[in-house]
Every structure is written in structure tokens, then in C-alpha cells.
């Protein structure tokens, strides 16, 4: 086990070394309101521990991670790594306000679930997070963005601005978030990726509701 964790990380750094290239644009630089950058920075600094407390409960929380798992298999081939990256997902993308299933599309379309995918535009990791937030919003460690944790949480985090900057428009956020606003390409890939392979539904608790209503 020990040498087969030191292959894939010397391939993880290997790919970095390369410059790995992720088919994603790149969010653009704007300048941010004293209140906006304050509060985008108090959400990238936020350090609650992460949990199981925004599912239902913790079978809700296994039957999740489950299927999300088992669709995951092919890009992952780990179980343990599989199960702390949807763990993680589901902390930051419920903790920002959005779908989780929405976040594993928009990975699989910027990164293909590659943590060291560098785009041509220099953005990097699993969200394909441009370096300029480092210093705008977080703590100014761009190699931080090459950390799982941390690029979910600067993922998670811009994508929620730019939704409520687009006044919920998600078509247009996602626009925002690649550096397209306006063209269709990329929040089609996305919206393509969540029907296509990510769409869930707990049927095991939609079957306890149906005999709820049926007693």
C-alpha cells in the first residue's frame, strides 16, 4: 500500500511538473467592493470542521456517498480518496448554498478530477481556481490552490458570488466562473454533466415518505 501511495503521488507531482492541462477557461479579474472582498475573505478563512450535519442523517450521508462513489470509480480509483473528496464536496458545496451534484459536474468538466490540472490560462487544481483569488480573498499562498480542501473552498466560494451577483442565474454564473458570460459551450458541458452523471435522488427517502402519506 505504502508504494502504491508513492506512485500515484510522484504521478500527481509529475503531472504538475508538466504543467497537466485542463480543458477550462479562466475567471477574470475585476475589482472586488471593500465589503465584497471582506466577506469572500471570511468565507475562505472559515475553519468549522467538516461533517455529516448538512445531510438528513448519517444513513441519508451513506446511501450519498455510496452512489456518488460508485459513479466516481473510473477517475478515482482509491475507495478511501473517493469517499474524503465527496465528503468534502458535499461539506463546501451545501455550505456555500449549492449543489453538490452541481460541483461534481463542474469538476469533471474543468479537471476531470485531476488535483494538479493546470488550464493554458494558468488556472489550477480540481476547480480550476485562477491565482489572483489567492491574494484577493484568501491568504496570498497560491500553492494552497493545489490542495484539495482548500480549492473546494475557493471553488465553492466563487461560484456562489457569481451567483448571487447574476441574481441566481446559474446559466450565467457559470459563464461568469469559466470566463465566458455569454456563451453557451460551457454552462451547457456542465448542465450536460449533471444530467448525464451526476443527477441523484434518494429514493430510499422518497419510499419512506410515500408510506408515510399512504398509512
Not at 510522484?10 to 479579474?29: E, M, P, R, T, W
Not at 463542474?106 to 489567492?134: D, H, T
Not at 458570488?161 to 460551457?186: I, T, V
Amino acid at each position: 500500500m505504502a508504494l502504491k501511495s508513492l506512485a500515484f503521488a510522484a504521478l500527481g507531482f509529475l503531472g504538475l511538473a508538466c504543467g497537466s492541462v485542463a480543458h477550462a477557461g479562466n475567471q477574470i479579474y475585476e475589482p472586488l467592493a471593500a465589503s465584497v472582498q471582506a466577506g469572500l475573505h471570511a468565507s475562505i478563512a472559515d475553519d468549522r470542521p467538516i461533517r455529516d450535519g448538512f445531510f438528513e442523517n448519517r444513513i441519508a450521508a451513506a446511501r450519498w456517498k455510496t452512489e456518488m462513489s460508485r459513479r466516481l470509480d473510473r477517475r478515482i480509483p482509491q475507495y478511501e480518496a473517493r469517499l474524503r473528496l465527496l465528503e468534502r464536496v458535499h461539506y463546501e458545496a451545501t455550505r456555500a448554498g449549492l449543489d453538490p451534484q452541481l460541483v461534481l459536474a463542474l469538476i469533471q468538466v474543468e479537471s476531470n478530477f485531476r488535483k494538479y490540472a493546470v488550464s493554458n490560462a494558468g488556472a489550477r487544481g480540481l476547480m480550476q481556481v485562477m491565482p489572483f483569488w489567492a491574494s484577493l480573498v484568501g491568504d496570498g499562498n497560491v500553492r494552497k490552490l493545489f490542495d484539495t480542501d482548500a480549492n473546494l473552498r475557493y471553488g465553492c466560494v466563487i461560484l456562489r458570488y457569481y451567483l448571487d451577483r447574476e441574481n441566481g442565474n446559474l446559466f450565467r454564473a457559470l459563464g461568469r466562473y469559466n470566463g465566458s458570460l455569454g456563451k453557451p459551450e460551457y454552462p451547457n458541458l456542465v448542465m450536460g454533466a449533471l444530467k448525464s452523471h451526476w443527477t441523484y435522488r434518494d429514493t430510499q427517502a422518497d419510499l419512506k415518505v410515500t408510506r408515510k402519506d399512504g398509512e
